[in-house]
Nanobody, 117 residues
Framework: QVQLVESGGGLVQPGGSLRLSCVASGNIFRINSMGWYRQAPGNQRELVATITPGGTTNYADSVKGRFTISRDNAKNTVFLQMNSLKPEDTAVYYC???????????WGQGTQVTVSS
């Protein structure tokens, strides 16, 4: 099994920045790609960004140029640097990890990001 724990969420003004962290534990050798998803009230959970073990990244159009995903494989940690935050970025952000060997996805508990004046 893999466990994921997010941190770094909070309240920030429009135009501000936050850095989210996600630490993986358990059977970390099973982890393939990792990513960040978010879910606003009344909305479906949506992709924000993903990153492969080799560092290849993918971003949702809505966050390109503002968010950066990175990964420290030695520390089993993935980050999401969020700059130029907008009110529409307000959501619960979830960390995700995909399994190398079986068709399953692991999820963290989520961390709240609120962008408001």
């Amino acid at each position: 099994q893999v466990q994921l724990v997010e941190s770094g969420g909070g309240l920030v003004q429009p135009g501000g920045s936050l850095r989210l962290s996600c630490v993986a534990s358990g059977n970390i050798f099973r982890i393939n790609s990792m990513g960040w998803y978010r879910q606003a009230p009344g909305n479906q959970r949506e992709l924000v960004a993903t990153i492969t073990p080799g560092g290849t990244t993918n971003y949702a159009d809505s966050v390109k140029g503002r968010f950066t995903i990175s990964r420290d494989n030695a520390k089993n940690t993935v980050f999401l640097q969020m700059n130029s935050l907008k009110p529409e970025d307000t959501a619960v952000y979830y960390c995700n990890a995909d399994d190398l060997w079986i068709t399953t996805r692991y999820w963290g508990q989520g961390t709240q990001v609120t962008v408001s004046s």
